[in-house]
């Protein structure tokens, strides 16, 4: 992409949810209408619920729709810290119930071993049709932290891998549970990446133009890229 994306301002986090529903629910269609199956990488974060409560009841036909999730904690799906709980918890109900969901926790007993794995499970997902992401306020996406190990290979736009562990306790502050998140690399083929966030805070950080990971993001990717942003 050669030139920025303008960050699209919303009045409300219903109206953002309101237009990254309609966006993801655009593209998915024209992927059933064009080959007869769609693919849907969503986030966790308190963001997008309001996207999953819409998206849930579109019109689709979701037998032939796959989602998986840009990241995972390397927790119990049972766990309230489980992205994947909430994906099935408020996306995947009512007619949404009949997509397929590919999950990035396996029954692997550690998360680096697990990554490898959940690597393998993602790649017939690739190249996405849409994805649907969230950005803290530190400027990670999936779970790519600033300061983490993963980054050196989370970050690579040519590199091998589609999911990398990011293990806990770096950098300093971040979430006490090990993650595996996807790569920019397994990313970069999406049809459409669609960012949502809210807030001041982030706001200042999709202004700027550094050495965060969110903009490693949005220097790399060359597809369509959204940036929703509600106050």
């Given at each position: 992409?050669?030139?920025r994306?303008?960050i699209?301002t919303?009045d409300?986090a ?10 993801i629910v655009?593209?998915l269609q ?5 080959r ?7 986030t966790?974060?308190r963001s ?9 009841d579109?019109p ?7 989602v998986t999730?840009s990241d ?6 049972s ?5 994947a709980?909430?994906?099935r918890e408020r ?10 969901f ?8 550690d998360p680096?071993h ?6 393998l499970?993602v ?6 049709d ?8 530190d400027?990670h996406?999936a ?5 983490n ?13 589609l999911?990398v562990h990011?293990?806990t ?6 979430p006490?549970q ?6 920019l ?25 550094g050495d ?8 790399a990717?060359?597809g ?8």
């Open positions: 992409m050669t030139d994306p303008p699209e919303f409300s219903e109206a953002a949810a309101e237009a990254a529903t309609a966006a655009e593209r024209a992927a059933l209408i064009d007869g199956a769609g693919h849907l990488c969503v966790g974060g997008p619920g309001p996207v999953y409560d819409r998206l849930k579109s689709l036909d979701w037998s032939h729709v796959q999730l995972e904690r390397w927790v119990d799906e766990s309230p810290d489980s992205n709980r909430l994906v996306l995947l109900t009512g007619p949404a119930a009949a997509a397929t590919v999950s990035l926790r396996g029954d692997d007993a680096e697990g990554a490898w794995a959940a690597d499970r790649a017939p997902l690739i190249p996405f849409a994805v649907l992401l969230g950005m803290g306020e400027g996406f779970s790519l932290f600033p300061g190990p993963a980054l050196e290979h989370g970050l690579d736009p040519a590199g091998a891998r999911v990011a293990p306790g770096s950098p300093t502050g971040a006490p090990d993650r595996v998140s996807l790569t690399h397994a990313l970069m083929t999406a049809g459409l990446i669609l960012v949502l966030v809210s807030g001041p805070a982030k706001r200042a950080v999709l202004d700027q133009d965060l990971p969110i903009h490693h993001l949005i220097r990717y060359q369509e890229l959204r940036l929703l942003w509600s106050a």
